[in-house]
Nanobody, 127 residues
Framework: QLQLVESGGGLVQPGGSLRLSCADS????????IGWFRQAPGKAREGISC????????SYADSVKGRFTISRDNTKKTVSLQMNNLKLEDTAVYYC????????????????????WGQGTQVTVSS
């Protein structure tokens, strides 16, 4: 059973940076594709970035492209999301998700629901 744990959220001013991490307490993260999703108050959850199990494929939503970078370290069994130039509209709860389907963790709705979710970490961008 995969148990995802996110960390690194917090309060930051506009233009600032945060680095989110996703780890699995059972140390099996390496075999899964990973996605980052976020949900702002009153809005639907959206997929913002994803990375394949070996790290060779990455994708970003237009809203974060050029500002966020996803990476993974399979020796440390973690996936990170570096968020730079944060904007007020980036305020949300951020979730990491894992699945054997790359399309699912990239938020392709027709691919079906993602199998594993973390508990989420709050990111607040405020002046």
């Amino acid at each position: 059973q995969l148990q995802l744990v996110e960390s690194g959220g917090g309060l930051v001013q506009p233009g600032g940076s945060l680095r989110l991490s996703c780890a699995d307490s059972g140390f099996t993260l390496n075999t899964f594709h990973i996605g980052w999703f976020r949900q702002a108050p009153g809005k639907a959850r959206e997929g913002i970035s994803c990375i394949s199990s070996a790290g060779g494929s990455k994708s970003y939503a237009d809203s974060v492209k050029g500002r966020f970078t996803i990476s993974r370290d399979n020796t440390k069994k973690t996936v990170s999301l570096q968020m730079n130039n944060l904007k007020l509209e980036d305020t949300a709860v951020y979730y990491c998700a894992a699945d054997s389907s790359y399309d699912r963790v990239c938020g392709v709705e027709v691919a079906g629901p993602v199998r594993y979710w973390g508990q989420g970490t709050q990111v607040t961008v405020s002046s």
